[in-house]
Each structure stands twice: as C-alpha cells, then as structure tokens.
C-alpha cells in the first residue's frame, strides 16, 4: 500500500512555504470553514469526534485535553510544541520546513476552538531556520487578515507569538515550556494544577504538538467522522514516521495508522541497509523500550505496541542491523539524559549520573557482573520515583535492552573492550 | 563597552510583545549573543533593566540553556550531533574528521579562531540525513569527508553571523 498523504499530500509543490501557493492548494480554507460553520464549542465537539490523540509522544484524545479547561476563566492561552528534540524525531522540523502556514492554520483553528487570544508557538533553539521561516508565515498571515483583530469578517481576534528557545530538551515537557516561555529556567512543574486550569501565568492553557496541530485544517475540512474512518480504533488518522538508522532510505513517510511496521521499513524505507539483518529498533524516540525483529508484524497502533512493552511515541523508528552493539546504543541514550536533565529532582538528577558513569565502564568492558546489578538496581531507583517523565524514561530503554540482549551486555563485564566491536572488525578483516 | 542602540530597541520591542516582560528573557539574550557573539555580563544588566527584573534573574536563565555562549567563541559556532541516530550512520567518524581537520578537541576553538566547534550528544533533529552538523545554525546534512572540506572551507572565510556582514573576520574581541 503507498504513504497515506494527509498533511504532507502538497509537500512537492514549490513555494507551498509561501502564503500564495498555500492558498493555491486550499489553505486557510479550513479557518474559514471554522469560523463559518463552527461555534467554538462545536468545533471542541467536532474535534472530540475525530479521536485524534495528540502526537507528540503520551497519545492523549486531543478533544478530552481541550475540554478541561474550565469555563469562563481568560484569558487562556495556547502553546504549540515545536520543542522537538527527541532523539531520532524529526518530522517537526519537516512539517514546518514544508508547510509553515499549514501550522499557523492550524493553531489559528485551535485558537478560535479554545477561544485563546495569545497563541505561542515554542520552537527549539536549533531550529533557527524553521523559526525564521515561522517568523515570516505569521508576518505573511497577518497581512492577509488571517492573524489580528476580526478574523475574515469575525469577531475572532488571535495574535500568534513566535518563541524560539535556546538548548534545553526538558523544554518540551509542557509544564518546563511553560516556565521557559515565562522567562525561568525550564524545569518542569508539579502536576495537579494541569496546565489545563493553571498554566502560562497562571492562565488556563493548552499545549499541543505540531504535528497535532497541521491535522486540524483537514478534520474542519473532512470532518470529525471522516477522520475516525481513516486508521482503526483507537488509533485514527496518519501519523509521520521519522525512519532513521541502518535503513537503505531513510526520511520522514507519513502512513495511516494500523499499517504494519514490517511495511513502513520494507516498502518505504528500502530495508536494513547492505543486505544485512535487522537485530533490534526503536519505536517512539530516544525514551522508549527496544523492540526485537519478532515485532515487525505488529500495527502501527498506539495500543498494540504498548502491549508489546514500548510505544509509538512521538513517531520515530530507528532500526539497527547485526553489527549494532545494544550497550553502546543504551550508553549513548543514557548520556543524553545525564546531559539533559535539568536538575531540580534527585532521582533524575544523581540517577542519571550514576547511569551514564556505569554504563561508560560496561561499554569499555571494565565492568564486574556485581555493577550489572548496581545498574538494574539504579534505575529501579529511578521509574516511577522523578518529578517528571525524562527520569522515568533514561531508564526504559536501557533496562529493556538488558532484558532483550542479557548475553550481550554480561559479554562486556571484564572483557576490557566492547565484544561486539571487536567482532565487527574481525569480520571485516576475515 | 555597551551595547548598540538596535540592541537595545530589539530588546524594548520584545518587552512589548509579550503579556509579561519576563518572558522577554529568551529573545532578548539572543539578541544580545547576536551582537557581542556571547552573554557578556553588560548584555545580561541591559536585559535586565530594560525588562525590568534583577541580573541575577537574566543569569539564571543565560546558564540554563546550552545555546547561550559564557565566554567568547571562535567566528562560527559548529555542532556535530553523536546521539544514536547519527551514531549508527558513522557520526564518530564524522566527529574525528572534523577534529583532525580543525586541529582541537571538542569543546574548543581552532588556533585561527574560524570555529568552536563540539560533538553533542543532544539530537539536533537529522536522523534522517544522518550524519550531520550545525554551523551557526544551518544544517549540514549528508556529510562525508569531502563535503566537510568543501564546508569548512567555505564557511571558514565567512564573516561569524555576529560580525557586520563583510566585515574583516577577526576573532571576537576579549572583554573582561
């Protein structure tokens, strides 16, 4: 079956960045049908019966997310997540590369749904080309009455603020983007009160994905049942695989959900590269659990793959062939939590040092099988018992690969090097 | 030394783009990076009397972010991302390359003061075009030794993107 194109059907039109050649494809078509045909509370209602459920990594109904915020309380505001930085997702940064007005459209929907006058969009520091190309969609859709005061002809007013960051992954958990977009450090906040009654200053407050967000245009256009149609239960609509690693294509390929992922790596991404085998893959980004060959058959569906022990999270998967060593890939992933946490709880804090010191010694093969323990034991310490997720999942990936590949990571202790590189290169030189 | 007059107003005008001028924090330090290349200490008391909040507040925020140079780097500032993504498509190698080529170790400037350059392990969100950098902020993607060549050759006659544009590139000035 070929990609399901929904929000990138356009994306080889030239120019499609520009706000002319958007139009020309249909866009704001869908603003306008929302503030036509649309109440904002219908539009809550209409997006409820889509079942989209968000995609920037927990798969919450976006509909239920929208309708916490409390009655009656403004001004509320909106923040869209383009803090991108999970390892191995990038469709973010495609999506705005491609179609930075299909966002604006979106978020301006959301916008007038939630009845926000202040709509944020948080982008990742890196992604400085993206930003200026934001930066310019908005400054296009504001000349053009899309952004502003009176909305085409309605009451609906919207300013949209472009917030470019500066280094800081835990800036995409949604209550760190909301201290940062306050002007703190980013670091993340006690939950209850949800964003959703107490967020930016205080403010009720939404935040939602990109890619959550570009769907919007379409369901208003297609309608909500037209969406529930496509994908199966549970898991509707497409989403945008971010394949990277030992792949003979790599890139970004959008599919309807329940596809099978043995699909998505033979049809679009070409296979494991060099004729090799697939040994391992990870679903979801750098957080979550390490799935094996035997998986390939499951659908891309939130649910199943949760029940096969990781996720779909924000839409990545990164296959890794034969000659991969789990505990180097494990290290690294530990390295980029240590790197990144911000500090304020312990467990995240001291855990991740420890891990990332541990895991050095293993990868190195100056490990005893007594450390092997300390590691399990460390992460224990961890799951379940941060402040906020990105402690939680610097251990999920690591302890699933030790339960997976056991043989492989008890080969390193006191082997004094890594044993499957050194297999690697005696391959090589045979 | 202080800052221009355009920096200043830059700042001014994202105070009064926000709803609350602390959220101006963000923005304004770029602005401040843009033209010293760095958060020079005179940059972080601009930001904070023009928002109107304490230095030590705009500091505790320039020392979160990892963007935010503390001191003066070389003319550009170059990234090579070696998460795993990258990693599985040989980033180790690219790294070596490139620090072979500049002649200094990672979290360093080469001796002509062109680049600063580090191997990060935070995903900078190419996996797909693996392997990858970033020189000041531009992408860089698909990378194999004779493009980073051709690249850092190129990009190393350039003026840094703090300088005025066609003006002599000459490492930034010490302060302090």
């Known amino acids: 079956m070929a990609e399901y194109k929904l929000l990138t059907k356009d994306f080889a039109t030239e120019g499609l960045e520009t706000l002319r050649v958007y139009e020309r494809t249909g866009g704001y078509q869908g603003l306008r049908k929302a503030l036509r045909d649309f109440t904002p509370e219908s539009l809550v209602e209409e997006v409820k019966t889509s079942q989209i459920r968000g995609r920037g990594g927990a798969g919450f109904p976006t509909g239920m997310k929208w309708s916490f915020l409390p009655k009656d309380v403004f001004p509320r505001y909106l923040c869209c997540n383009a803090d991108e930085s999970e390892p191995a997702c990038f469709k973010d940064r495609y999506l705005i590369d491609k179609s930075p007005h299909q966002l604006v459209e979106g978020l301006l929907i959301a916008a007038y749904a939630l009845q926000v006058e202040t709509a944020f969009i948080y982008i990742r520091g890196e992604y400085e080309e993206q930003r200026q190309l934001l930066e310019r969609a908005v400054e296009e859709a504001r000349a053009a009455g899309y952004i502003g005061r009176g909305i085409l002809g309605s009451q609906f007013a919207c300013d949209v603020i472009v917030h470019g960051g500066a280094g800081a992954y835990i800036c995409g958990e949604e209550t760190a983007l909301i201290d940062s977009l306050e002007g703190h450090r980013g670091q993340p906040r006690l939950k209850p009160p949800f964003p959703a009654v107490k967020g930016l200053y205080g403010k009720p407050t939404v935040v939602n994905n990109v890619e959550t967000l570009c769907n919007l245009p379409h369901i208003v256009m297609n309608g909500g049942e037209w969406f529930a149609g496509i994908g199966v239960e549970r898991s509707r609509g497409t989403r945008l695989w971010c394949c990277s690693g030992h792949i003979e294509k790599p890139g970004v390929y959008e599919m309807e959900l329940g596809r099978p992922i043995r699909e998505l790596l033979e049809e679009h991404c070409g296979g494991i590269w060099k004729g090799r085998q697939l040994k391992a893959f990870q679903p979801g980004g750098g957080s979550m659990q390490v799935l094996l060959p035997e998986h390939l058959d499951l659908p891309l569906d939130m649910d199943a793959v949760m029940k096969a022990g990781s996720s779909l999270g924000a839409g990545a998967m990164m296959f890794m062939d034969e000659t991969t060593c789990l505990v180097n890939v494990s290290m690294r992933l530990v390295d980029f939590y240590h790197h990144e946490s911000c500090g304020k709880c312990a467990p995240c804090r001291e855990g991740t040092y420890f891990e990332s010191d541990l895991m050095h010694k293993l990868e190195a093969g100056r490990a005893t099988p007594e450390e092997l323990a300390t590691l399990a034991d460390i992460c224990d310490n961890m799951n379940g018992k941060c402040f906020c997720p990105l402690g939680d999942t610097a251990t999920w990936f690591v302890m699933s690969a030790f339960k997976a590949f056991r043989e492989e990571f008890e080969a390193h202790c006191g082997a004094g090097e890594c044993p499957v590189q050194a297999r690697n290169r005696q391959a090589v030189a045979a | ?176």
């Open chain 2, 1 to 176: 030394m202080s800052l221009s007059a355009e920096t200043r107003q830059a700042v001014q005008r994202h105070r009064d783009r926000y709803p609350h001028p602390k959220s101006a924090i963000l923005p304004s330090l770029w602005e401040v990076q843009h033209e010293e290349g760095w958060i020079t200490p005179e940059g972080m008391e601009l930001v904070a009397e023009v928002l109107g909040v304490t230095p030590s507040e705009v500091q505790a925020v320039a020392t979160f972010y990892s963007m935010y140079f503390q001191k003066p780097p070389g003319r550009h500032s170059l990234l090579v991302c070696v998460n795993v993504a990258c990693a599985l498509r040989g980033a180790d190698e690219t790294a070596a390359y490139i620090e072979e080529k500049l002649g200094c170790p990672p979290g360093s400037t080469s001796a002509d003061g062109a680049f600063t350059w580090d191997a990060t392990i935070e995903c900078l969100g190419a996996c797909g075009y693996a392997p990858m950098m970033q020189i000041d902020h531009r992408f860089h993607e698909h990378l194999t030794p004779e493009r980073i060549d051709h690249i850092l050759e190129t990009v190393g006659k350039e003026p840094g993107p703090h300088e005025p544009h066609g003006g002599p590139a000459t490492p930034p000035k010490r302060r302090r």
